[in-house]
């Protein structure tokens, strides 16, 4: 089956810097997209993005699904911005959106 | 409000005995959803629904069992509960866009923690 990679695993920050979340799929996809895992468990939905780039806020995303990759990232970082985040694609042909393991963001004040 | 909503929210049960987590959902999607999340293993597909009356199989489906004979409902069964269920569940649906190729977002309900003993 289609394998998600996310990088890196871990990743501690200062509040204000910046990072890239980058996530790597092994199999062609219709769909990707991001959301943040609170520390409350809540799963929120952060971009619906199978190709290009687009911004909210203090967060964009890319998807160059001919190379088989997306990227997040954070700008100036804030505390609310810790938890977990996660890709998830599409299969071509399917409905099962497939989970990457998760890059577990903490920011620090 | 328009959403997608578990319950309970925090279950406990004894090993062997049968559980239903429900899951509702007002905006009419076609898919719905149960992952199982656990440390370690991140989210996995427990079962999905493509429309009433039509289900399929994710990842680990062994020891659950899912009905769903209204779209808004999506209720998953544990028959006999096992202390390897342990875990917590989350429903989503997802927006059927018409003409290929398949898309549609995905969206979470806040979960369902469940404790085997």
């Known amino acids: 089956g289609i394998q998600v990679e996310q990088s890196p695993p871990d990743l501690i920050l200062q509040e204000g810097a910046n990072s890239t979340l980058r996530c790597n799929f092994s199999d062609s996809v219709n769909n990707l997209q991001w959301f943040h895992q609170n520390p409350w468990g809540q799963l929120i939905n952060l971009f619906y993005i199978p190709s290009g780039t687009k911004q909210n806020g203090r967060l964009s995303a890319t998807t160059v699904a001919t190379e088989r990759y997306s990227l997040l990232y954070i700008s100036s970082s804030q505390t609310t911005d810790s938890g977990v985040y996660f890709c998830?694609?599409?299969?071509?042909?399917?409905?099962?959106?497939?989970f990457g393991t998760g890059t577990r963001l903490k920011v620090l004040a | 409000d328009a959403g997608i909503t578990q319950s309970p929210r925090y279950k406990i049960t004894e090993t062997g005995r049968q559980v239903t987590l429900m899951c509702h959902q007002t905006w009419s999607h076609s898919y719905m959803f149960w992952y199982r999340q656990d440390l370690g293993h991140g989210l996995r597909l427990i079962y999905y629904s493509a429309a009433a009356d039509i289900t399929d199989k994710g990842e680990v489906p062994d020891g659950y069992v899912v009905s769903r004979s209204k779209t808004e409902n999506f209720p998953l069964t544990l028959e006999s509960a096992t202390r390897s269920q342990t875990s917590v569940y989350f429903c989503?649906?997802?927006?059927?866009?018409?003409?290929?190729?398949?898309?549609?977002?995905?969206?979470f309900g806040e979960g369902s923690r469940l404790t085997v003993l």
């Open positions: 998830a694609v599409l299969r071509s042909g399917t409905y099962k959106y497939i």
């Open positions: 989503a649906s997802g927006i059927e866009r018409r003409g290929p190729p398949e898309t549609g977002e995905l969206f």
